[in-house]
């Protein structure tokens, strides 16, 4: 038995300490926001968030979480993270939606680290995450629209109207 910390809350799980992250959310916690594309670390589809750090599950063995929080899709969430899935619906990313769980991780902690990232910044933090509907330049307009959206918020908290 090993337990980890998922989405803030600490979870028994009864796989080997060598199964991979993404079988034990996908098969023993039926957790399944979290996709299998590849299960070679080469699509990003399994994206999770290990202390807030972009993480492929399918080559991340239970023992080698230890101590450290899993954030999954199901727990993605905060107003930045609720500005960045306003500006996915508006931009309208989706196509078949496979990806975007993965994509979505990833974007979240892009704009974390770096608030107002440049197009080379989307696209160096975003490379690991294939999308085979091919939805990259609206994953950037999106993630440009967050920013934006976030950075009008913050100048508008320092100096508020009048
Ligand atoms: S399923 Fe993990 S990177 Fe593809
Ligand atoms: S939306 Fe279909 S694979 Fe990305």
């Known amino acids: 038995m090993t337990t980890i910390t998922i989405n803030r809350k600490p979870v028994e799980v009864q796989s080997e300490p060598d199964t991979p992250l993404l079988w034990v959310l996908r098969g023993e916690l039926q957790m399944t926001g979290t996709k299998f594309g590849c299960g070679i670390a080469q699509c ?16 991340t063995p239970i023992s080698a979480v230890g101590n450290r929080e899993v954030t999954t899709i199901e727990g993605l969430s905060g107003p930045q993270v609720a500005v960045l899935k306003a500006a996915w619906a508006e931009v309208d990313v989706v196509q078949c939606g496979y990806c975007q769980s993965g994509q979505l991780m990833a974007a979240a902690a892009l704009l974390k680290q770096n608030p107002k990232p440049t197009d080379a910044d989307i696209d160096a933090a975003m490379a690991g995450n294939i999308c085979r509907c091919g939805t990259y330049p609206r994953i950037r307009a999106a993630i440009h629209q967050a920013a934006a959206i976030e950075q009008a918020a913050a100048i508008h908290h320092i100096l508020p109207p009048g």
């Open 44 to 59: 990003g589809a399994c994206t999770v968030h290990v202390d807030g750090e972009p993480t492929r599950a399918c080559v």
